[in-house]
């Protein structure tokens, strides 16, 4: 991967604790610092399709673990043609 390079400024205390950190985990400050702004960009990027693209009905009530597991897999079986529901 081909980088670019750029300045920041940044909080004293911040570039400690990145330094420790670097430190404790074996790797360079670079690193950590690239780590963070990875985390920054994907956290701040607009997406073209919406998160959740399908809508499902429900009864209004939180659902469970089980109600979840079963209308997702009726609802792949409706778009796939298969029959039943996971067990």
């Given at each position: 991967m081909t980088m670019k390079?750029?300045?920041v400024y940044?909080?004293?205390e911040d570039l400690e604790i990145i330094k420790e950190a670097?430190?404790?985990r074996g790797v360079s400050e670079a690193e950590i610092i690239r780590q963070g702004i990875h985390l920054a960009a994907m956290a701040n990027?607009?997406?073209d399709e919406p998160?959740?693209?399908?809508?499902f009905r429900g009864s209004g009530r939180t659902p469970g673990k089980h109600d979840v597991r079963d209308t997702v897999a009726?609802?792949?079986c409706r778009e796939t043609g298969a029959?039943?529901?996971a067990a």
């Open positions: 390079r750029t300045n940044a909080d004293p670097a430190k404790r990027r607009v997406w998160l959740f693209s399908r809508t009726d609802a792949v029959a039943g529901t």
